[in-house]
């Protein structure tokens, strides 16, 4: 998925969410918009994202669920919500994804969350979840004590095998 240039919807107001502004905008995002089932809270993470002044090429705006939309859609929407622990959706509208667009769900499981089934429905063209960022902090964080940057996806596809084993 390119970022650069790219326009992405984040839905939810949580840590989850506040820890891939910055990433997303050093990535070179050109807008983010935040939703989230409480309005007030994405429009708090927004105005506290704009007053650190730390990305101003990036656009970032906020509302409620029902603003998620975009004229010729998103080329990226990232569900950041606690949603897929109740095997459910955010209540997301219809019409989301942009021409060969992504949905990212940070949660994972053995089987694609519901946030992935009604992504795919939506039409995105790829769908991936969080297992692989689970991974990648851990082999951070191995790198940090032990100064070895373990390779991820060995442990990646031996950790899909096991909850495929699991379902």
Not at 28 to 53: F, P, Q, Y
Not at 54 to 62: D, E, N, Y
Not at 86 to 114: F, N, S
Not at 116 to 134: C, H, I, V
Request: hydrophobic share 50%; glycine share 12%; with cysteine.
């Amino acid at each position: 998925v390119r970022l650069n240039g790219a326009s992405v919807l984040l839905v939810g107001a949580g840590g989850a969410a506040r820890g891939v502004l910055q990433p997303l905008a050093e990535a070179g995002c050109v807008r983010l918009h935040i939703v989230n089932r409480t309005a007030s809270k994405a429009l708090e993470l927004a105005d506290a994202w704009r007053s650190t002044g730390v990305s101003p090429q990036t656009r970032v705006t906020a509302g409620g669920l029902a603003d998620a939309a975009l004229p010729g859609g998103w080329n990226l929407v990232i569900n950041a919500t606690a949603s897929g622990l109740q095997d459910a959706a955010p209540d997301l509208p219809a019409g989301l994804y942009a021409e060969g667009a992504a949905a990212y769900d940070m949660m994972y499981g053995a089987t694609p969350t519901a946030f992935m089934k009604q992504a795919e429905a939506d039409g995105a063209a790829l769908m991936a979840d969080g297992l692989g960022m689970l991974v990648g902090q851990a082999a951070e964080s191995f790198f940090i004590w032990h100064g070895v940057r373990p390779d991820p996806a060995p442990v990646l596809a031996a950790l899909r095998e096991t909850l495929m084993a699991g379902r």
